[in-house]
C-alpha cells in the first residue's frame, strides 16, 4: 500500500513517517526543499526508493501545489495530510491571514488535488486538532469528544496569535468535511484530533531554538533554573507523538474509522508535573527545575482540567496510551544532546 505523507521533515509527521515503515507501508513524502527530503533519505537508508521516496511541495498554500505530488508511480492508495504552520508568531492582520490561508488551501488544496489526479486514493487522513474542539465559552472541566466543535469566529481569529493558530486548525478541518459533503469524492475522510503532543523528537533539528512548538516548554524547563517560572498550562491534556503516529495508520487501516473524527489522549498532565518527572529521572537537571511547584505527579489544579472522553479512540483505533513520564523521558532523551 503506498501513502503519501504531507510534511514528512516535521515533529509529528516524523513519527507518522517511522510507523508507516514500521508497518510495510511505501511512503512517498512531501518536504519543502530537496535538501529536507535527501536529509529523511539519509537517515532510512535501510529503505529503498520503493518503500521511501520524497516530493518536493514548496509551499501548501499555492493554488494546483498538490496537483503533480499525488501522480505517484506505482498510484497512491491512501494520503495522510500532516503539514500546516502551528506557531504563535502570526501577530499582525496580514501573518494572521497568511496562516489561515495555508492553513485553509493547504487542506482543501490536497483533497482537490486527489479527487482530480488520483484517483486510486480510498482513504485521506488529517491532522487535525483538539484546537478544532475547544470551546472557551464552556467550563474547563467539560467533558471533550468528537460531538465538541471550537465555535472561534473569523474576527476572533485575527485578535491573538494563539487565536489564529486555533482558528486555522477549525476552518481547516470544517471546509475538509464541507468538501466531503459537498464534493462526494471516491474516497473517505478520518480525522486525528490530539491536543499537546509531546515526545522524542527524531526529524532533522539543528538547534534548539528551531524546537516545534509543543515540545519548546521542555526547551524552557531544561535551561531554566529553579528561579525562572513554571511554564503556565494552558491545555492539560496530551498524547505521546509515538502513539499520536500509531493513530494515524490505525485510521488508514480501520474501515470503521471513515467518515469519523478522533480525539486521539491519554489524558491530563501539568507542565509542573513534567518539571517534577524530569528532576526525578535526570538528577543533572534538578536544579534547574522550578521550585515550589505544589503539584507533584497525578495531582490537578483545584481550578479543575480539561475534561475528555477517549473512548472512540480506544474503541475504534484500538489506542493504547503511554503515560506522561514516558514521553517526558522521549523528549528529554532526544533533546538534551543539543543543551
Ligand atoms: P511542525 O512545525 O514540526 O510541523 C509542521 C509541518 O508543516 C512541517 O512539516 C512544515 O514544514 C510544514 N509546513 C508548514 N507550513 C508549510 C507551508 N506553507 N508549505 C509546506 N509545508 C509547510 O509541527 P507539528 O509536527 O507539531 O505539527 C504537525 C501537524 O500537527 C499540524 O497540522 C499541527 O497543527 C498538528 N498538531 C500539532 C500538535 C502539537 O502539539 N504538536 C497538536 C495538535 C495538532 P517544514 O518542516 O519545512 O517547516
Redesign the pocket.
Known sequence: TRVLL?????????HILESLLEHGYSVLT????TQ?GQQILDSHKQYGKDKLDFVV?????KPG?FDSAVVADPPLDAVV???????FNAKTRDEIQQLLS??IN?TTGILKAIKAHAPTVKRVV??????AMVDYGKPMTHIYTEADWNPITEEQAYSSAPFA?LA??TF?EKAAWDFMKDEKPGFSLTTI??????GPVI?ALPSLDKI????ARFVSLLKGSPTTPCPPTVNYL??D?RD?AVAHVRALEKPEAAGQRFLVTAGNYSNAEAAQIIGEEYPEYKDRMPVGEALKPGERPATGVNGYDNTKSIEVLGMKYRPFRESVVGVVESIKGLL
Open positions: 504531507t510534511g514528512g521533515s516535521g515533529f509529528i509527521a516524523a512531501t518536504v519543502r526543499s529536507k511541495v514548496e509551499d501548501i498554500e501545489a495530510h500532516c503539514a500546516s504552520p502551528y506557531h495555508t492553513a493547504g488529517i491532522t487535525s486538532s483538539y484546537a493558530y486555522s486548525k481547516s484530533n490530539p491536543p499537546m503532543v509531546y526529524h516545534n512548538t509543543s515540545n496530551f498524547v507523538v499520536l
